[in-house]
Every structure is written in C-alpha cells, then in structure tokens.
C-alpha cells in the first residue's frame, strides 16, 4: 500500500482517500483491518440484535437470539436495498476483501436506521433502550463579531462505547468530480456524522425520536454522503435535503464558513423543516424545535426531554455573556459537566458532557485548523484537543497546529466505573459485574443519585428489594431535578411493594432514561 495513504499519527489513523481502490489498499494493512473488525464491525453489525434481545423474554435464549438476528437481518436488508450505488459498491468491496458476509456489513451500515424504525413503530421502545444516561450529540457554532472567527464544536453521542472510541480517524477524501472533504470519525465509519469540506460547508447530525419512518426511505449514510461531496452553500445544502426521501427522524447541522450561516434541517420520513438561530451562536441538543416537526415526536423518557432541555440552557448560560468566544472557550462547553438545576458538576446530570460521547472535534474552517479528542468515552472528558492544519490534509500531509489545552477541567468521580459497567451490561447483560462496577462508582461519588439510582434498579432485578430501598431512599435525599425526584420516587415504592411480593421485574432498561 502506498505510504501516504494510510498513516497513524498522535494516536490518530489518518485515511487519504483519493482513488476508487481505496478499501482494497487500506483493508490490505492488517493492522487497520483487525482494527476495524474488533471495534466498529464488531459492535455496530451485532447491535440490532444486541438491543432486541434485551426486548424479548422468552424461556429459551436460543428462540431470543433466533427471533432478534431474523428480526435485524430482515429490516437491515430491507434498508440496504435503498443504498446509493457507491455505498453498495463498498459493501460489497468490504464483504469480499475482508471475507465477511455482506449481510453483517449492511446490518453494521444501517443499524441507526433500523433502530430509528423500531423506535417509531413501537411508539417507545422502552426495553430496548440501555437505562444509562445516554445524553445526545451537542452542536455549537459561533459567529462573528461573537467569535474572532467562525468556530464550530461537536460531541458526537451514540452508543458503542469502548468500540467507536478505541481507534479515532480522520478521513480525508479527494475524489473526482466532488468536493474534497474530511470525516472526523473511527476506523470503519466513514459516515460523515462530523464532516466539512473544503467549501467551508460542515455538517453534523442529530438522532431524534418520531412515529414518522418509513422502510422505503434512503439509509442516512448515503445521504449524508451525497451532500458532503456536492454542496458549497447552505441554500443548496437546504435544496438537496428538501429532495431527499428520509427513512427516519433525524436533524442535519449545516454550517457555512463563507457565508458566516448555520441552520438545522429537522426532518421524519413525512415532514421537513429549517430552524435558523436566534442569536450569532447556535446550540442544538436532541429535541425537535419546530412546532410541524413537534406533533411527530416521540417522547420515550421525561427525563430524556428534560436533559435535552436543560442542555439548551446551558449553553443560553454559557455563551450568552461571552463577548468574544475562543476555542478553548467551545473546548470548555464540550465537556461541561456542570447541571444547570441543580447548579453542580456532575458524571451525567442534566450536562452536555455525556456517558456516551464517542467524538468530539473543534473547527476554525476560515483558519484552516481542526481539533479533536482523542481519548476514551466520554471523549470530552480530556485535557488537550490536538490540532491539524486542514490545508494540508488536502495535499496528503499531516501538519501538526498547537493544541487546545484544558486547564482546571472538572471531572466529576466514579465515571470510569459507570462506563464499565455500561458496557458489560449492554454487551452481556452480566449483571453481577456490572454491580461490582456501580458499587465502585456509589463509593467513589456518593453525592451522585444516578449512579445510585441506576444500582438501584439492578437489584431490583436481582430481587434485592431491600438493598433497592435504601439506595432510593438515598437519592431521595440528593437535591435533583423535578423528574428525576419523581423517577426516585416511583422506584422506591416500586422496591417497597416487590418486597412482600417477590415478583420477578425487568427493569434494567428504558424505564430509567
């Protein structure tokens, strides 16, 4: 393989995309190719599957897994078949070079898809949903005359912690007949969720919950492709998206360093709409803000929407008194863990750093320079952004620009733990490690209800209903917000009646979003 397509520098892997026989000359490198099947392919092909069988519950795990793997291989073919032809073409590049049934890439390409689907066609989809606080992608881009410079920040959050983040990537691709452009993404993932080319058009993308999906719709990968590769303005960026047919319910950020503009496209399978900011700065979190688009929107947890909303606050707090916001300023606000309720730094409160942040980058497109994490989930969770000149990215070169340090960073205790026993759970569903994990996070932060709240819950599902109480009871005497209080609540009563009864419950997941 040449040398300067593939190289790994300051523990990124940087892919210098600029020929059609780019998967064969990468996935030649057994170093990128093993790298790519432990982690992405791994996690990302198994997930549907992964997320249903935490749905079924009947006696035989054999019948689970059976009804979960037809479930997912059914919808993912189904979304596979409305692929653009270039992603077809790589499905089927990747399957043949890497000796892997095609079936299981397509399922790793369109997993958000079908999990967008099974969302909407259940209404909510409680079980399926991991009750560690999931958090949502953070979008921020500033101005002028409130910023030297237009800046752009994003914390991507998804699940695959401890898979996504392992192996941090950008992709720089120089096609022809399109417009050069760069994907801050993981070995494997080339979707361009965190994406600017070199028109100065960045997008980014938000997961959002509505009863409007639709199987016949086009995966969001190729999509987002398209666009990337041909848009230089916001109005042809709003154009192309209005012709799209959606397979989901979804937010696209675009920005436009030339213009100095940002506006969402929030769209469902059925509808469309443009947000335009209020102010120079424009904040996004995980809700809908248009009222068409409101009518649609699904709901699978209060405190999920509250979260989402008290983000938009914090961001209201943080960039309304800066008179001149500086990268390190958007460094900051992405690993915020600061509650704005009840006004203290917490793991993952009502804050914008969140459990599940797999990506987190800063953009000064005008400046030529990009800034990103590399470290473990939470990725913003980190004291120093490092920085690349964008230009020479274009040219297949790595130029190195001085990094965003972190200085004085708050990072509450016991995250460690919680991650890992995220993990272990969602992965396994072993539920006596994951105790061993929460019970080191409670010693470790005890001021902190969710992680009491959610090793509550697990034994509640071990049947210690006694250990349960106390630990509600606890939470209870922890300041926090209105839902929250409420979720505590329910759950102490709920540990106080399964006492006397000894009544087996799930409920490990969903309800405790």
Known sequence: MPKNLYRKHKNVNFFFVNQDSYIEDFYSNQAVKQAFLKTN????????????????????????????????????????????????????????????????????????????????????????????????CSTIIVSPPQSETFLIGRNLDFTGIDYWDREHALYIYNLPKSIPYIVVSSIGATIPLNAINKEGIFIAIHFLYSKNASLKGTPIYSILNEFIKNVRTIEEGISFLKKCSFAGSWTIIIGSAQEDKACACEVNADSFSVVTPDYKYFYYANCYLSEKLKDSEICISKALLEHNQFRTQRAEEYFHPQTVVTPEHIAHFLGDHYDVYTKRYRPFGNAIAALHNLSSVIIAPLQNKLWMSTAKAPVCDTDEYIGFDTNALYNNEIHDVPSIELLQKKIPSGIEAYKKAHVVWFNSQDSETAIRYLEQAVSENRDEPIYKFVLGLFFLKNKKFTDAEILFKECLAIPDSPLRVEQYSKYLDKARRKQSRGVRINTILGEAL
């Open 41 to 136: 392919f791994y996690f990302y092909s198994t997930f549907i599957t992964n997320v249903l069988l935490q749905t079924f519950n009947f006696k035989s795990e054999k019948i689970n897994r059976f009804i979960s793997e037809k479930i997912g291989l059914y919808l993912s073919k189904r979304y596979a078949q409305n692929f653009h032809t270039d992603e077809k073409n790589e499905i089927q590049r990747l399957s043949k070079i890497l000796n892997i049934d095609q079936r299981l890439i397509e399922q790793a390409f369109v997993n958000a898809d079908v999990f967008n689907y099974l969302i909407a066609i259940t209404g909510k989809l409680k079980r399926c949903i991991p009750n560690f606080i999931a958090g949502g």
